[in-house]
C-alpha cells in the first residue's frame, strides 16, 4: 500500500524544513501510484496531480510534519474537495410528490438502493411509494416488491397477466398513484443492460422526459473500476443525472471510481451503500472515501496527532515562558499569528479571567499591521528576536531600513512587545497559571 511505500520518507524528523521540489515530486509519485492502483482514470490522476504539486510548492513551511507528511496532507485536503467537500443534501420538490429516479447498469443495485432509499426516507419522515419500471427481466418486480416489503413501503408494479407493460406509462401513472395514496416522493426502479445500450438509454431518457424527476441518482458498482467513466459519461450523454450513488463500497474496491466520476462528470455523490442488507446504507462521506482511496487512514491519524501534540508543546512552552517573563518577540509574532487562526494562544488567554481585552486587542490587528509587524520582525537578527532589550536607537534604525518601515513603527512595535509581555507575565502569576503555587480560585 502507499503508506508501506511512503514509510521511509514518512519516518524523516519532523520540521525538516522547507518542501523541496524533490521531496514533492518523490511524494507525487508515490501518489500517482496509490490513485491508479484505486481505480482513479489517468486522466484524472494527471490533473489531480499536477493540481496536488503546484500547491505544494506553494505552502508554507510546516514546522509539525515533515515534507512527506505535509504532501500527503494536502493530497488528502484536495480529494476531500474533489469528492464534494461537504455532502449534497437530496433535492426534493416544493410541490410532492417528489420524483427519484434511478439509473444504471444491470446489476449496479438500482432496485436494492430503491429498498435501502425507500428506508432511509422513511427514516426521514417521508412516505415514498416505490415504482417498477424494469420490465425486462422476469422476476425484477417481484424483486422490488420484496424488497419494498422488507422497507416497509408501497410498490406500485403494473397488473400481472397483462403481458408487458410500458416502463414509460407506468411512471407516469405511478405519480397519480403516489397522490392517491398520499406518497411524498416517488422512487422509479429502472431498467439496466450489462453493457451501456441504446435502447435502454433512450427508455431511461423517455422516462426522464415522462416524469420529469427531481433528481436522477446514477448507480454505480464501485468494484467496475477503470469502466466507471465510460459508463458515467454514457449516462451522462444519454440520459443526464443529477446525482451519483456508489454501491458495493462493502468490496476490496478503492473508491477511485468515485473520484473519476465526480472528476469527469461534474455531478456530486450523494450515497454509498455497502452490503445487501436495507441498513448498508449512507450519505456519502468525502473524508472517508479521501482516506479510502489513498489507503493511508493510519498515516492521516498520525498526521492529525503529529499536528496536535504540536500545538500542544507549542502552548506548553509558551506558557511556560509567559510565566516566567522571557516571551521573546519571535514568541510574540508567532502569538499573534496565533491568536488571529484562534491557535493555541488564543485559547490559552481565552481560559484566563480578565484576559479578554488583551485577546481582544491582539485580534484587532489587521492583516495589512501584521505584515508590517512580521516584517520588523523578520528584520531583526536573531539574537535581537531572543533579546529585545539589546535593540537600541542605531539597531532600530538598522531594522526600520531593512523593513522599509520608520523608525517609530520600530519604535511602537518594541514598547508594544514589552507592554505585553509585562501583562501576560502578571496575569500568568495572578491566576497561577504557568507557575507552581499562587492558584487563585
Ligand atoms: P440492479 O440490477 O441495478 O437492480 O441491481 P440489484 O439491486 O439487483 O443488485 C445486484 C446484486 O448486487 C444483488 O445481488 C444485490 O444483492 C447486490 N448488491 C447491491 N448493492 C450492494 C452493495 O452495496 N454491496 C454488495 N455486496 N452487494 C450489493
Ligand atoms: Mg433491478
Redesign the pocket.
Known amino acids: 500500500t502507499l503508506s508501506d511505500r511512503l514509510t521511509s520518507v514518512l519516518q524523516n524528523l519532523r520540521g525538516k524544513g522547507r518542501l523541496s521540489d524533490a521531496d514533492i515530486d518523490a511524494t507525487a509519485r508515490e501518489i500517482r501510484i496509490a490513485l491508479l492502483e484505486a481505480d482513479v482514470a489517468l486522466p484524472v490522476v494527471r490533473t489531480f496531480i499536477a493540481k496536488v504539486k503546484e500547491r505544494a510548492k506553494g505552502s508554507e513551511v510546516s514546522q509539525a510534519l515533515n515534507p512527506a507528511q505535509q504532501v500527503v496532507k494536502i493530497v488528502n485536503e484536495e480529494l476531500v474537495e474533489i469528492l464534494g467537500g461537504e455532502t449534497r443534501r437530496l433535492n426534493l420538490a416544493k410541490n410532492p410528490p417528489s420524483v427519484i429516479m434511478l439509473a444504471g447498469l444491470?446489476g449496479s443495485g438500482?432496485?436494492t438502493l430503491a429498498g435501502k432509499l425507500a428506508r432511509w426516507l422513511v427514516g426521514q419522515g417521508h412516505r415514498p411509494l416505490l415504482v417498477a419500471c424494469?420490465l425486462q427481466r422476469p422476476n425484477?418486480v417481484t424483486?422490488?416488491q420484496v424488497v419494498g416489503e422488507r422497507a416497509g413501503v408501497a410498490v406500485y408494479a403494473p397488473e400481472p397477466g397483462n403481458g408487458v407493460g410500458d416502463p414509460v406509462d407506468v411512471a407516469r401513472r405511478s405519480i397519480d398513484e403516489a397522490k392517491h395514496g398520499q406518497n411524498d416522493v416517488v422512487v422509479v426502479?429502472t431498467?439496466?443492460r450489462l453493457g451501456v445500450d441504446e435502447e435502454m438509454m433512450r427508455q431511461a431518457a423517455d422516462i426522464r422526459e415522462a416524469v420529469q424527476p427531481d433528481e436522477v441518482l446514477f448507480v454505480v458498482d464501485a468494484m467496475i473500476g477503470q469502466d466507471a467513466v465510460t459508463t458515467a459519461e454514457a449516462f451522462r450523454d444519454g440520459v443526464g443525472f443529477t446525482g451519483v450513488v456508489l454501491t458495493k463500497l462493502d468490496g476490496d474496491a478503492r473508491g477511485g471510481a468515485a473520484l473519476s466520476v465526480r472528476e469527469v462528470t461534474g455531478q456530486p455523490i450523494l450515497f454509498a451503500s455497502n452490503g445487501e442488507k436495507l441498513e448498508d446504507f449512507d450519505t456519502f462521506h468525502p473524508d472517508r472515501m479521501a482516506s479510502r482511496i489513498l489507503g493511508m487512514g493510519d498515516v492521516l491519524t498520525l498526521i492529525e496527532q503529529a499536528e496536535q501534540a504540536f500545538d500542544q508543546e507549542q502552548a506548553e512552552a509558551a506558557a511556560a515562558k509567559v510565566a516566567s517573563g522571557e516571551l521573546t518577540l519571535e514568541d510574540f509574532l508567532e502569538q499573534m499569528l496565533a491568536v488571529r487562526k484562534m491557535g493555541p494562544i488564543g485559547n490559552l488567554l481565552g481560559m484566563l479571567p480578565g484576559a479578554g481585552q488583551m485577546k481582544d486587542a491582539l485580534a484587532q490587528v489587521d492583516d495589512k499591521q501584521l505584515d508590517k509587524l512580521q516584517a520588523i520582525i523578520r528584520g531583526m537578527t536573531p539574537a535581537e528576536r531572543d533579546n529585545p532589550k539589546m535593540i537600541n536607537a542605531s539597531r532600530r534604525l538598522r531594522i526600520a531600513k531593512g523593513s522599509g518601515v520608520q523608525v517609530r513603527d520600530v519604535n511602537e512595535l518594541v514598547n508594544r512587545f514589552f507592554e505585553a509581555r509585562k501583562m501576560m507575565a502578571q496575569m500568568a502569576g495572578r491566576f497561577g497559571f504557568g507557575g507552581p503555587g499562587r492558584v487563585s480560585k
Open positions: 444491470q438500482k432496485t424494469d425484477a424483486q422490488l426502479d431498467a439496466g
